[in-house]
């Protein structure tokens, strides 16, 4: 038995080199294949949609002077529907959408068909494994983010189920802080009511009326505005969406009047 010893101590060393060796290469593979590589027919199917949306929506934009002239920087939006990041990328200031990535769940790409995938494709996905650890995913868009492309984050991480706001992780603010760039609030209001997570397909139309899609940008943050501390700026990022949601949840019934009040 004593002879055989050494042996077996040498096959899980070897296996444990094994293990890391694979591990590695397995890092690797996801730094090549993170960010999703944009192609030609990912931006003419993005600008039909945008085309799409404006002739059967009544879309507009509230606050897109917020956005940074320069990149880099993140944006923190709530999420309504499938496409609430490319309504975004829409008001955009000029030549940014080359730049802009996005955190994405990772099922996106296996358990949505090949809309999840276009999605991913056009956002330039980094996929984020949201019932796992997210860290590596956080590792990566920082890394991004540091090389000057702009990073769609969506704090709730998943779709509303009931059009109103969930509870708001830190991630689009730890972000942020650690890449040392401005934090982007975005509130969408209106993309629930067209194209629930409960409906296979947008319902644009309410008969012959189009429904209203606003967006809303606010002033940039700053991590140095709330000592660096993530949990401090997700608060007041979610306090902003709040009051945003308080006002403008319904733009169906609410808009006009309180843009006139």
Same mark, same amino acid.
């Given at each position: ?28 593979? %996801?730094?090549?294949? @993170?960010?999703? #590589?944009?192609? /030609? ?9 945008? &085309?799409? $949306? ?32 490319? %309504?975004?990328?829409? @008001?955009?200031? #000029?030549?940014? /959408? ?9 099922? &996106?790409? $296996? ?42 984050? /969506? ?6 189920h009931t059009g109103k706001l969930a509870e708001m992780k830190d991630g689009a603010s730890y972000l942020a ?13 209106g993309a629930y009511q067209i194209w629930p997570r409960t409906s296979k397909h947008p319902h644009p139309l ?36 709040h009051r945003q949601e308080d006002m403008y949840w319904d733009p169906e019934t609410n808009y006009d009047r309180?843009?006139?009040?």
């Amino acid at each position: 038995m004593a002879e055989n010893k050494p042996d077996n101590m040498a096959s899980v060393s070897g296996t444990a080199a094994e293990k890391k060796v694979s591990h590695a290469d397995h890092h690797k593979a %996801l730094d090549e294949k @993170y960010p999703t #590589k944009r192609g /030609f027919w990912d931006v003419v199917a993005k600008n039909g949609f945008l &085309l799409l $949306t404006h002739i059967f929506c009544d879309m507009k934009c509230i606050g897109k002077e917020n956005f940074p002239k320069n990149n880099p920087y993140v944006v923190a939006s709530n999420h309504q529907s499938y496409p609430d990041g490319v %309504l975004i990328i829409d @008001y955009l200031p #000029k030549g940014h /959408f080359k730049w802009m990535c996005c955190l994405a769940a990772s099922d &996106l790409e $296996t358990d949505h068909g090949k809309l999840g995938r276009l999605i991913m494709r056009v956002g330039r996905g980094i996929a984020v494994d949201r019932y796992g650890n997210p860290v590596r995913g956080l590792i990566k868009a920082k890394k991004e983010v540091e090389q000057g492309n702009i990073c769609f984050v /969506f704090p709730e991480g998943t779709r509303t189920h009931t059009g109103k706001l969930a509870e708001m992780k830190d991630g689009a603010s730890y972000l942020a802080i650690k890449a040392n760039v401005p934090l982007v609030p975005v509130y969408i209001a209106g993309a629930y009511q067209i194209w629930p997570r409960t409906s296979k397909h947008p319902h644009p139309l309410n008969g012959f009326h189009r429904r209203k899609i606003r967006i809303y940008v606010g002033e940039p943050m700053y991590g140095k505005d709330f000592d660096n501390d993530a949990h401090k700026m997700t608060e007041a990022l979610s306090e902003w969406m709040h009051r945003q949601e308080d006002m403008y949840w319904d733009p169906e019934t609410n808009y006009d009047r309180k843009r006139k009040s």
